[in-house]
C-alpha cells in the first residue's frame, strides 16, 4: 500500500473508531480530480461529497469517510 493510501486508511480508522462531535475533513490538500473514477487523488471524495461537507451533519460526514474507508480497500485489494 502506498504511504498516502495507508495514512488516509489509518485516519478513516480513527474518526469512524470515535464519536467525538467534531470529525475532521479528510482533504490532504492534493485536489487532484481522476478522469476515470471521478474522485479526488488525495482524500478520494467525489465532487459531490466534497461540496455537501461543510452542510452534512456528522453521521453523514461519517458515512463519507465509511465509503473512503471502502475505497482505500478496493484500491489495495483488501
Request: net charge positive; with cysteine.
Amino acid at each position: 500500500m502506498n504511504i498516502r493510501l495507508h495514512k488516509l486508511a489509518e485516519r478513516a480508522s480513527q474518526v469512524l473508531s470515535t464519536s467525538l462531535p467534531h470529525v475532521p475533513s479528510p482533504c490532504v490538500s492534493v485536489c487532484v480530480m481522476h478522469p476515470q473514477t471521478g474522485q479526488c487523488e488525495g482524500c478520494l471524495r467525489t465532487l459531490q461529497e466534497i461540496g455537501e461537507w461543510s452542510r452534512l451533519h456528522d453521521a453523514g460526514k461519517r458515512q463519507v469517510w465509511q465509503r473512503i474507508q471502502m475505497r482505500v480497500q478496493s484500491l489495495v485489494g483488501g
